[in-house]
């Protein structure tokens, strides 16, 4: 066979999309799969210009966009390499179709950056938007003002009739909101009934007091809501700058502080931010000053909080996490001082000494721990992109004589997008060292597919936010879910941080989580602690899902319902769990593979039907009935036709009914 013959063989069995073009890009062969996505037979597209530019040698791939003939245009991630055929020069070129990967990408992004309910910016974007006004007003020499309302008299309304109202009232607030605002102006919902208005570019201070008396004004108007007039206002605390000295972040506190002050003098009104009511100021100010003084004295310290693998509940690795031990202010959070040494540069110095001390403890830790466990270090942009950093990291394992593969650097999104060719470049230094790279608070910034495929990142973080309401949430467990598939299909291992329940564990456990770090497990402690919690650490056993009896769950607030239906469906040899809420019911589900749900639909924190419609998203394969007392036809009729419940049966109920019921839900 010729070697024509044979790669024109390779290229009709290759599941891929291919082509054989010349340096002009006349496409002179198609296989079967790029025929179906040109739309196009091989015959029909032979002497055409293939429709996307791309670079000789593209060995490493890049990303483009194919114009079909249907006129619409098709995402592709794209390589070529050289060959020849018939004697001829060609490139071979490989497409891959990344529109879905495109659009689940947007859909984790909507979620990490908008509010749910309102649609508006979330507390990310707004703080991503409040450093865009402070790039504007540092050119532009403008005001820059921000105002933070909060409804009055909401939580009554929202206690009295119902989340559901609230959540109209609050749609309603934000839409009057918006009627007020410039196209260059962000209203954003921080959660609750508390809502920011970003003022960039303004011509004086007092313009900011004028929106905000318009917000008021509409605000104060009775809202009329499912038949009901609810009369509510609003307070507001405003706070400008013109000198753009202070963190972006600084002016949602202020105005924060100065809302409150409008609370106290009567409510429906606003305040200016005055000084004398920031306390935090000064103590910023001592810090600032005495950041230098504490690198030198050597007031800082590590402490080290453990990470563990979900499979087997092992020790992996440990995260150091910096800690300032101030003589007078006593220990100070990093989360206090660690923007203010990015700010004055003493980032740099410090970081370098975390480094260091992690790699040196780590290295007199890790005969302790597996053979492969790591260390992990948060690194921010300034390291990063700093000439020296990969020498830094080089010479730290050198003096400890650390390993490189036990050394993880964390970094935040952000970073990625800082410099994007320098980052790249970095980041495959480090990875030619041997180092690993972490993507930490993953979800929470920009979460771009595009800078996962193409880096050298072996780690992804899932942020804290997302854990927190893990169990209780279906959005965040979507998120969460979509993450780890993300990163498993980019051969990428997945840790969730900020752990504190075994509900949240185990969850994370069925999603194949890799690891875990949070307060269930350890917390942060210093390295005698880390040592001693090491030595007398046990592994629980791993964790098995499988077993012999079907499981029911009974979700009711009445405990002789649980009684009385534990009693019958243990006749049938089935394992049954109780709860009385559906906080509690939600981690049950987390914990155990239930096979049915069998909830009551009235109850105090959540209607039944919409509790099985959170189930239903995050346990598609649980069968769910509902029980009630109540007729409520047409909610358990539309949950019936949308697939929400299984069955719904009235109380009192007959046994033999529900013993049929389970059967059969089990069945379907």
């Not at 804290?464 to 990163?487: G, P, V, Y």
Request: glycine share 4%; proline share 4%; hydrophobic share 40%.
């Amino acid at each position: 066979m010729t070697s024509d013959a044979l790669l024109l063989q390779l290229l009709e069995d290759m599941p891929s999309a291919a082509l054989l073009v010349t340096l002009e890009r006349k496409i002179l062969y198609a296989n079967p799969a790029a025929e179906s996505m040109l739309m196009q037979s091989d015959i029909e597209l032979r002497d055409r210009i293939l429709p996307l530019n791309f670079e000789a040698d593209s060995l490493l791939g890049a990303t483009g966009t194919l114009a079909l003939p249907n006129g619409t245009e098709l995402p592709v991630r794209h390589f070529n390499v050289p060959t020849f055929w018939h004697g001829n020069p060609v490139r071979m070129v490989h497409l891959e179709d990344v529109s879905a990967l495109q659009g689940l990408q947007e859909k984790v992004a909507k979620f990490a950056n908008y509010d749910t309910l309102t649609g508006l910016p979330n507390r990310s974007l707004l703080e991503d938007r409040l450093k865009q006004a402070f790039n504007l007003g540092q050119r532009n020499r403008g005001c820059l003002a921000v105002v933070f309302f909060d409804l009055d008299g909401f939580k009554p309304i929202n206690d009295t009739l119902g989340h559901e109202l609230g959540d109209k009232l609050l749609q309603a607030a934000a839409e009057r909101f918006k009627q007020h605002i410039r196209p260059g102006d962000t209203l954003a919902r921080l959660g609750g009934d508390e809502f920011v208005v970003v003022l960039p570019d303004l011509s004086h201070p007092s313009d900011a007091a004028l929106v905000t008396e318009r917000m008021l004004a509409s605000i104060a108007e009775p809202f009329i809501i499912d038949n009901n007039e609810l009369p509510i206002s609003a307070s507001a605390g405003i706070a400008t700058t013109q000198l753009y000295d202070e963190q972006p972040l600084q002016l949602v506190r202020q105005a924060d502080m100065a809302m409150f002050e409008a609370k106290k003098q009567g409510r429906n009104n606003y305040q200016w931010f005055d000084p004398k009511l920031d306390e935090s100021t000064s103590r910023t100010l001592k810090i600032r000053h005495a950041l230098k003084a504490g690198i030198e004295h050597k007031q800082f310290e590590l402490h080290y909080q453990p990470q563990f693998d979900l499979a087997n509940n092992e020790i992996i690795g440990c995260e150091a996490l910096v800690r300032w031990n101030h003589p007078t202010m006593g220990m100070i959070s990093p989360v206090e001082f660690i923007s203010i040494a990015e700010d004055t540069g003493q980032i740099v110095t410090l970081g370098r000494w975390i480094l260091r001390r992690a790699c040196k403890d780590f290295a007199e830790l890790r005969n302790r721990m597996l053979s492969d466990a790591t260390v992990s270090v948060n690194i921010s942009a300034i390291q990063l992109l700093r000439q020296e950093f990969v020498g830094d990291v080089e010479t730290a394992l050198k003096e400890s004589k650390l390993p490189a593969r036990c050394l993880v650097l964390e970094m935040t999104e952000s970073v990625l997008v800082e410099s994007p060719q320098l980052v790249s470049r970095k980041l495959s230094e480090l990875e030619d060292l041997g180092v690993h790279v972490a993507l930490d608070d993953f979800g929470t910034g920009y979460s771009s597919l595009s800078y996962l495929k193409d880096l050298a990142v072996d780690w992804v973080k899932i942020d804290r936010s997302f854990i927190q309401e893990l169990t209780h949430d279906s959005q965040n467990a979507a998120i969460t879910e979509r993450i780890i598939s993300m990163a498993h299909h980019l051969k990428l291992q997945v840790l969730a941080e900020g752990v504190e329940t075994s509900a949240q564990r185990d969850y994370l456990r069925r999603a194949n989580c890799d690891a875990m770090q949070g307060f269930l497990m350890a917390k942060p402690m210093p390295k005698p602690a880390l040592i001693e919690f090491i030595n007398d650490y046990q592994a629980d056993a791993a964790f098995d899902d499988e077993r012999e009896a079907r499981t029911l769950l009974i979700v009711d607030d009445e405990e002789n319902v649980h009684k009385s239906l534990r009693r019958l469906l243990m006749r049938d040899g089935y394992h049954i769990l109780t709860a009385s809420g559906v906080n509690e019911a939600f981690d049950l589900l987390a914990q155990n593979r239930v096979d049915v749900v069998l909830s009551d639909h009235r109850m105090p924190q959540m209607q039944g039907v919409d509790f099985l419609t959170h189930v239903r998203s995050m346990y598609p394969h649980t069968a769910r009935i509902v029980l009630t007392a109540y007729q409520d036809e047409e909610v358990l009729s539309k949950a019936l036709n949308e697939g929400e419940v299984f069955r719904f049966l009235t109380k009192p109920w007959d046994d033999e009914k529900i013993r049929q019921a389970v059967r059969a839900a089990l069945a379907s």
